[in-house]
């Protein structure tokens, strides 16, 4: 199956709705005359026309061009996008269980239309009737919305930011991951010099949140696997950051201790010791066999072995990772590891679902078309999570993610996961640390706004970090006046 989009000056919201249901089908520009299996759309000056050929057959619909969006109308772009899905919907008998909606935020979506004065009924038709999502997903967003609406208060208090602290180091590279991280079998002499950078960084980012009149209110260190470092290294970091903050005032302040195998019951006394209210353990997977296709170097009794010594260290606030639809996995297995992990009783578990990342190994040499479970019927057995006491209060979708589902934190009431909010729902400053950082100011109630990138890789970060502390000076520039264009590397 291919797809063909003509007379559009983009086609992504087209060509990510056929991959709902053609997943793997490729983007072919130049469509030959009576192409077979294939999807075909297109605008012309007198109207949209989609077609669907496959195994001989075919069926096709037209529809007039859209009044434009000032008269009330809809874009060329989604109406040729809705023509095409509701044909494809037909044709294959699958229902998407987002329906049309291609954004990663949906829980964002009902926040704005509230605070834009919408009604719950104009919401709902928003949803189910516009976008064709289903009563499952839209309610799951609905109920999240709902339990975010107190925490998102604390975020959105003027002059209120959360400084995030990026380690890009890791013992090995799990086959679906894209994120720019380094191994440290061959990168561990870059490790002390960068983390003195970051401890300067944090200082300065210190002077300029002080300069601009900020108030910290979360803190989250992540990576790669920030207990990568030695603990000596993350005394050092742990230390720049108690001694440059408050940390009494602050609602959360989270760890990402994740993998076991460098993981280890000196450093989960650090991490505690120093002021960290939360951490992440995430095995993935329960499953040895899924756990050693995806390059994880330890076995679930580590994963066993480092939880527990995260709670003998006194850690009381955890989060464990699970990922549905890895490869070699099996809905049997999933549950089985879903339910590993409530057994174990951590106050969060976060059900994400496979991302089909472009840099990742999993789709540069591994990928085969139909070669993942039934990562839907994987999610359904979160109810497991919801009988065991947890609520979903995070969620967010990303492009490329097995059948179009989503990623979601579920918890015990009372540990919400602050920082996992505010990021998601973009409502206050992060202010970022680190290789690969993207610090991102807000003002007058989101209505303005500004990036500052660091540079990608930890080498440049480190080679040229003069010019990494001169734009975190933009900072408290934003705050004293509107500068414009952003700044990047």
């Known amino acids: 199956m291919k797809i063909y989009i003509t007379g559009l000056p983009s086609g992504y919201e087209v060509e990510h709705l056929v991959r709902l249901f ?40 037209h529809a007039p061009l859209p009044a434009p969006v000032e008269q009330g109308g809809e ?32 829980v964002r979506l009902i926040h704005d239309k509230r605070a834009a004065g919408w009604t719950e009924a104009e919401i709902d038709h928003f949803f189910l009737d516009r976008f064709d999502c289903s009563q499952q997903k839209y309610q799951m967003a609905k109920a999240i919305a709902d339990l975010q609406e107190p925490i998102l208060k604390v975020g959105n208090e003027p002059g209120t930011y959360s400084l995030y602290i990026g380690i890009p ?6 086959s679906y991951c894209s994120f720019v991280s380094c191994n440290l079998d061959r990168d561990r ?33 992540g990576g790669g696997t920030p207990t990568s470092l030695s603990a000596d290294q993350l005394r050092q970091l742990m230390g720049t950051v108690r001694a440059n903050f408050d940390l009494s005032k602050v609602v959360e302040y989270t760890v990402e201790a994740g993998r076991p195998d460098c993981t280890d019951a000196e450093k989960l006394a650090v991490i505690k010791e120093y002021g960290a209210t939360r951490i992440s353990i995430n095995p993935q997977t329960f499953s040895d066999e899924v ?33 549905a639809g890895l490869p070699g996995d099996t809905v049997e297995s999933f549950e089985r590891s879903l339910r590993q992990a409530i057994a174990l009783d951590p106050e969060n578990i976060t059900v994400h679902t496979l991302t089909l990342k ?48 989503e990623n979601v934190g579920w918890c015990k009431p009372g540990h919400e996961g602050y920082y996992n909010i505010y990021i998601m729902e973009e409502v206050q400053t992060i202010l970022s640390a680190g290789a690969g950082g993207s610090t991102k100011l807000v003002a007058d109630g989101g209505k303005r706004m500004q990036r500052i990138f660091n540079f990608k890789y930890p080498n440049e970060y480190i080679q040229r970090f003069a010019e990494v502390l001169e734009r975190k000076k933009g900072v408290a520039d934003f705050y004293d006046h509107d500068l414009g264009t ?3 590397g």
């Open 169 to 174: 180091f890791c013992p090995s590279r799990c």
């Open 358 to 405: 472009r840099a990742s190994r999993i789709v540069i040499e591994d990928q085969k078309e139909n070669d993942y479970a039934d990562v839907a019927a994987m999610l359904e057995k979160c109810n497991l999570l919801a009988e065991a006491g947890y609520r979903p209060y995070y969620l967010y979708r990303q492009k490329n993610t097995l059948q179009n589902l």
């Open 291 to 323: 756990l050693a296709g995806i390059g994880r170097k330890h076995s679930a009794q580590d994963i066993l072995d480092c939880y527990a010594e995260a709670r003998k260290a006194g850690h009381d606030d955890i989060n464990m990772d699970l990922i």
């Open 75 to 106: 874009t060329p772009e989604f109406s040729l996008a809705s023509l095409t899905y509701d044909l494809l919907r037909d044709w294959t008998g699958i229902r998407p269980p987002w329906g049309k909606m291609t954004g990663v935020r949906p």
């Open 189 to 221: 002499k870059m490790v002390q010099p960068y983390v003195d950078c970051l401890c300067r960084e944090v200082e300065e980012i210190r002077i300029q949140a002080d300069k601009a009149g900020l108030k910290l209110c979360s803190i989250y260190i």
């Open 486 to 488: 952003q700044t990047s």
């Open 22 to 61: 053609y997943p793997m089908a490729p983007l072919t520009l130049t469509p030959p005359e009576n192409a077979e299996d294939c999807v075909w759309a297109e605008k012309t000056p007198d109207g949209l026309h989609t077609l669907v050929r496959q195994d001989g057959r075919s069926a096709e619909r």
